[in-house]
């Protein structure tokens, strides 16, 4: 028997202050579309936001249904907008944000297994590392320079 030791390197900014000037403005796109979330369910918004390589922005909010699981995350929301008006562009980063309706959201809330496994198909698709930075209200943000840090061990069309 061995062992496979899977390590990664994430950084993190103690919050929105430390980000470059333009992450921020890719994160305050984030952060007005959480506000667009449609989430009377979980009471949880989520906002994305994706930099394009032709430096077009595009968002996405949850987007929740009574029929579950008919609804859609803000991250999900956003890359298939993007790979369906801009199939030919790289996906340079990604800003997400998550907010309680019910309680502080103070921690770095990552994307779901679902939308890690969706971004991980466009980082595979495009042979390109896609920075993911996301954080929860207020407070750290933490960045990932490639999807495959929060993803180890992909599942890919290779295996097909």
């Keep these: 028997m061995n062992e496979i030791k899977i390590e990664t390197t994430l950084e993190v900014y103690n919050d929105f202050n430390e980000l470059s000037k333009a992450m921020q403005n890719l994160m305050t796109a984030a952060i007005e579309a959480r506000e667009n979330a449609y989430a009377p369910y979980s009471k949880f918004n989520v906002g994305a936001a994706i930099l394009l390589d032709n430096n077009e922005v595009v968002i996405g909010s949850n987007q929740e249904n009574a029929c579950f699981p008919s609804g859609l995350c803000a ?12 199939p030919k562009a790289k996906i340079l980063k990604m800003a997400i944000t998550a907010a309680s309706q019910n309680q502080i959201t103070d921690k770095p809330i990552p994307p779901c297994g679902a939308c890690r496994q969706s971004i991980a198909e466009y980082e595979m698709k495009q042979d390109l590392p896609i920075e993911i930075y ?3 209200a207020q407070g750290k943000v933490i960045k990932s320079h490639s999807l495959a840090n929060l993803l180890p061990l992909l599942f890919e069309s290779s295996v097909l």
């Design 134 to 136: 996301f954080m929860g």
């Design 75 to 86: 991250e999900r929301t956003a890359i298939f907008y993007a790979g369906a008006k801009y």
